[in-house]
């Protein structure tokens, strides 16, 4: 059973960085795809940023420019680093993998930015 667990997630003041951690494990396959999306209270779940096993990166545009995906030397690891953060990042921020034709979900860290 493939799980994925997320870290970094916290309270931080406007203008300031977070780094998300997302480790994949249970799958003797390298992912296709990794990424992390959000949702904040009363929306949908949206798209953030994404990472294919190649390294192609995309980005919503909302964060395009302050964010930057990553993927570790660790087999099945991503990272996200959040700079210039501001009030409406504030959201629970999930990390995803598809391996081969599955696509799998962490439990979401929490993401808020205030003063």
């Known amino acids: 059973q493939v799980q994925l667990v997320e870290s970094g997630g916290g309270l931080v003041q406007p203008g300031g960085s977070l780094r998300l951690s997302c480790a994949a494990s249970?799958?003797?396959?390298?992912?296709?795809?990794m990424g992390w999306y959000r949702q904040a209270p009363g929306k949908q779940r949206e798209l953030v940023a994404t990472i294919t096993s190649g390294g192609s990166t995309n980005y919503a545009d909302s964060v395009e420019g302050r964010f930057t995906i990553s993927r570790g030397s660790a087999k099945n690891t991503v990272y996200l680093q959040m700079n210039s953060l501001n009030p409406e990042d504030t959201a629970v921020y999930y990390c995803?993998?598809?391996?081969?034709?599955?696509?799998?979900w962490g439990q979401g860290t929490q993401v808020t930015v205030s003063s």
């Open positions: 249970g799958s003797g396959w390298s992912a296709n795809d």
């Open positions: 995803t993998a598809l391996f081969r034709y599955n696509r799998y």
